[in-house]
T-cell receptor, first 110, second 114 residues
Framework: GNSVTQMEGPVTLSEEAFLTINCTYT??????LFWYVQYPGEGLQLLLK?????DKGSNKGFEATYRKETTSFHLEKGSVQVSDSAVYFC?????????FGTGTSLTVIP | EAGVVQSPRYKIIEKKQPVAFWCNPI?????LYWYRQNLGQGPELLIRYENEEAVDDSQLPKDRFSAERLKGVDSTLKIQPAELGDSAVYLC????????????FGPGTRLTVL
């Protein structure tokens, strides 16, 4: 079946630290991959996406590369800010349905 | 452009009471989704509409949950009667069409059942 597995949190980092949140997936066919971010009390917002193998999605300093050989889509940011504190969800779309990971909570401390 | 609108944002009810949530998708978006998000979990699909037709409701607990999307625009999700385990955030999302690879979420309705 189709599924997304994210690294468990919570993750706590100091400002300007390097961030990696791991995401692996299982899917039939060639899904599109996404990272969504959810700030406290808000709905999910699209952060970045990639639609085919080796594509790199990027936005607001965050990046993720679609790795078909390792079925991964890890989220990275070189220097996190306090305002990046949120819950991050990895997701895939098979064309028929979206599947979400359980989310990884990130707290950035000054 | 306005995003997905949901109301109410918060609802507290006692068990066995009915409750309804409303969603207005982004203008022109044909596909509408209702998700339930339990605390510390990712969203789980309840039902998906293509225009006014429910094309995937396999995860909707039909004994107590119902949904409608009259005229293929706004949608209402209802629970009757509510149970303690229904406490969650109910998210509405929309996309341009079934083949669109991005969906846009509303802020959600946080339901607390006492």
């Amino acid at each position: 079946g189709n599924s997304v597995t994210q690294m468990e949190g919570p993750v706590t980092l100091s400002e300007e630290a390097f961030l990696t949140i791991n995401c692996t997936y299982t899917a039939t066919g060639y899904p599109s991959l996404f990272w969504y971010v959810q700030y406290p009390g808000e709905g999910l917002q699209l952060l970045l996406k990639a639609t085919k193998a080796d594509d790199k999605g990027s936005n607001k300093g965050f990046e993720a590369t679609y790795r078909k050989e390792t079925t991964s889509f890890h989220l990275e940011k070189g220097s996190v800010q306090v305002s990046d504190s949120a819950v991050y969800f990895c997701a895939l779309n098979t064309g028929n349905q979206f599947y979400f990971g359980t989310g990884t909570s990130l707290t950035v401390i000054p | 452009e306005a995003g997905v609108v949901q109301s109410p944002r918060y609802k507290i009810i006692e068990k066995k009471q009915p409750v309804a949530f409303w969603c207005n998708p982004i203008s022109g978006h044909n596909t509408l989704y209702w998700y339930r998000q339990n605390l510390g979990q990712g969203p789980e699909l309840l039902i998906r509409y293509e225009n006014e037709e429910a094309v995937d409701d396999s995860q909707l607990p039909k004994d107590r949950f119902s949904a409608e999307r009259l005229k293929g625009v706004d949608s209402t999700l209802k629970i009757q009667p509510a149970e303690l385990g229904d406490s969650a955030v109910y998210l509405c999302a929309s996309s341009a069409d079934r083949g669109a690879d991005t969906q846009y979420f509303g802020p959600g309705t946080r339901l607390t059942v006492l």
